[in-house]
């Protein structure tokens, strides 16, 4: 059962997470560099602040909830054991592990955000492969940044917050609706994205709860981001 402090730690959870939509559009009119594309010097802007703000959460998290803290902030056990959930076909056979998984999953979802991201942004805007190539720096720093805020937020804030509180299978579920939701936002957007991202967030919660680490849920976030900032920082 939630107690009052549960209640407002997940509170703040929300906040923050539902607080990148405001600060993703502050940091549409600012210009750091001058010889750098707006989109760019956007990201740099939002980065910079939702990474520091991420820091500052991680450490009120580790104030406030330290044992929950110190047993998942941390790379996790890759090849841990993988709960089966038939309903959307997690039948691990006897020697499949997180391992096996968590690297399925990456390819087809990223395949599955790829198609997504194509018709949402490539195919309208005529982004060039050699154009998504020019920025490949940036596309990995910032998805590096990106998805470890996200994670840290929506996924090991959740988890932190209400292990002991709630059933493992109902935390999961909890992480899908908040970042489903401000997906709704994202890219990618609307009803694709709060599905896409729904499951996405259900899924790393679940690797997070199960492996004791971030290192599915970052990793697999990260080849997402990876091609989403591909194809938004092409955009002229």
Do not use: C
Request: glycine letters at 8%; hydrophobic letters at 55%; proline letters at 5%.
């Amino acid at each position: 059962m939630l107690k009052p402090k549960d209640i407002f730690l997940l509170l703040v959870v929300i906040a923050l997470t539902f607080a990148l939509v405001p600060i993703g559009n502050w940091a549409n009119g600012v210009v750091i560099f001058d010889n750098l594309p707006q989109v760019i010097n956007k990201q740099i802007a939002y980065q910079s602040v939702t990474l520091l703000a991420t820091i500052l959460f991680l450490l009120f998290l580790w104030g406030v909830k330290r044992k929950q803290f110190r047993e998942y902030f941390k790379k996790g056990n890759v090849s841990a054991e993988i709960l089966p959930e038939p309903i959307v076909g997690i039948n691990p056979k006897p020697k499949e592990n997180w391992y096996h998984f968590g690297r399925n999953f990456a390819i087809v979802i990223s395949a599955v955000t790829a198609v997504v991201i194509y018709f949402q942004l490539v195919r309208p805007n005529g982004i060039t492969f050699g154009t998504m190539l020019s920025v490949l720096p940036f596309t990995i720093l910032f998805a590096l940044s990106n998805a470890f805020v996200e994670e840290s937020i929506t996924r090991l804030g959740v988890v932190v917050v209400l292990k002991g509180r709630l059933r493992d299978k109902t935390i999961p579920l909890v992480s899908a609706l908040i970042f489903g939701t401000v997906h709704y936002w994202g890219n990618p957007g609307g009803i694709a994205g709060v599905i896409v991202a729904g499951f996405l967030g259900w899924f790393l919660a679940k690797s997070i709860l199960e492996t004791r680490g971030i290192f599915w849920a970052w990793f697999i976030h990260f080849l997402q981001d990876v091609i989403i900032f591909s194809a938004l920082l092409a955009i002229k």
